[in-house]
Antibody, heavy 121, light 112 residues
Framework: QVQLQESGPGLVTPSETLSLTCLVS????????WSWIRQSPGKELEWIGY???????HYNPSLQSRVNIFIDAFKNELSLQMSSVTAADTAVYYC???????????????WGQGTKVTVSS | DIVMTQSPDSLAVSLGERATINCKSS????????????LTWFQQRPGQPPKVLIY???TRESGVPDRFSGSVSGMNYTLTISSLQAEDVAVYYC?????????FGQGTRVEV
């Protein structure tokens, strides 16, 4: 059974770069798309961006200038980097797998447990 | 961006009673080429990540109890819990998977 586990620093200083990793276990990264999604303290969910198994990416325009998502197929993990963070980036960050692609895309069908990130000095 | 608006924000339902949650999209999220509505419903219990219940507006995810159902009328989507169980206490979100940036509703809290 595929499981996702996010990891990273719980506390990040304003203006610094946030780096998170999502380890995929029980299955392969290949043949799937993978997204990062965050949930603010007010509980709103925001899609950050996705990466394909070939490394193609697509980002939310609201975050595009600050975000980079990439995969490491050998380690079976995906990563998120977000630069110039502010308090507004404080959230729980999730990685999630896409079920289906193209017109067959169905849902984010598997989610990690999430990792809480606080941006504060 | 496509805005997804849920109503109500919260809902109190007695055990065994019906719960109905609505979600309206600001633009179409349906392709006429395949007649699919790219609308997903999630359940989020406290301290847990979201869990998919329904995709393509009305297709139940494998393993989801059949008391959960989804329907569509135009750009209005509905999630119905036919007979509320104690384990259904959660926040429910809709999400459009039609156009990036993919967007979520603000959530509806269901309580007993």
């Amino acid at each position: 059974q595929v499981q996702l586990q996010e990891s990273g620093p719980g506390l990040v200083t304003p203006s610094e770069t946030l780096s998170l990793t999502c380890l995929v276990s029980g299955g392969s990264l290949m043949n799937y798309y993978w997204s990062w999604i965050r949930q603010s303290p007010g509980k709103e969910l925001e899609w950050i961006g996705y990466v394909s198994d070939t490394g193609a990416t697509h980002y939310n325009p609201s975050l595009q200038s600050r975000v980079n998502i990439f995969i490491d197929a050998f380690k079976n993990e995906l990563s998120l980097q977000m630069s110039s963070v502010t308090a507004a980036d404080t959230a729980v960050y999730y990685c999630a797998r896409h079920a289906g692609t193209g017109l067959d895309r169905r849902a984010f069908d598997i989610w990690g447990q999430g990792t809480k990130v606080t941006v504060s000095s | 961006d496509i805005v997804m608006t849920q109503s109500p924000d919260s809902l109190a339902v007695s055990l065994g009673e019906r719960a109905t949650i609505n979600c309206k999209s600001s633009r179409t999220i349906s392709y006429s080429s395949n007649n699919k509505d790219y609308l997903t419903w999630f359940q989020q219990r406290p301290g847990q990540p979201p869990k998919v219940l329904i995709y393509w507006a009305s297709t139940r995810e494998s393993g989801v109890p059949d008391r959960f159902s989804g329907s569509v009328s135009g750009m209005n989507y509905t999630l119905t819990i036919s007979s509320l169980q104690a384990e259904d206490v959660a926040v429910y979100y809709c999400q459009q998977f039609y156009n990036t940036p993919w967007t979520f509703g603000q959530g509806t809290r269901v309580e007993v």
